[in-house]
Nanobody, 122 residues
């Protein structure tokens, strides 16, 4: 069984920073792409950033709304993906979900974390 556990959410003032972490654990053979999505109240879940396996952060993909403010990175030894969020705005308020494509045995499945709340408010 595979689990994705997020941490690092909280309340921050506009212009502030937060760092989210997501650690994958369980019977993992390999991890492909990892990423972050978010869902604000009354809105659909949207992509924030993704990073492929084996690639540097130069190959990361970002939503236009966060490009230049957020940075996604991976620690392959720890099966962990991070999201550094700077210059936060009120519109960044949402539940942030970790996502990963993980090969368990012969199959590769998509897994989601439980979500962590990020609130940007003065």
């Amino acid at each position: 069984q595979v689990q994705l556990v997020e941490s690092g959410g909280g309340v921050v003032q506009p212009g502030g920073s937060l760092r989210l972490s997501c650690a994958a654990s369980g019977s993992i053979f390999s991890i492909n792409a990892m990423g972050w999505y978010r869902q604000a109240p009354g809105k659909q879940r949207e992509l924030v950033a993704t990073i492929p396996t084996g690639g540097s952060t130069n190959y990361a993909n970002y939503a236009d709304s966060v490009r230049g403010r957020f940075t996604i990175s991976r620690d392959y030894a720890k099966n962990t993906v991070y999201l550094q969020m700077n210059s936060l705005k009120s519109e960044d308020t949402a539940v942030y979900y970790c996502n990963a494509r993980i090969r368990v045995t012969a199959m590769t499945n998509t897994y989601w974390g439980q979500g962590t709340q990020v609130t940007v408010s003065s």
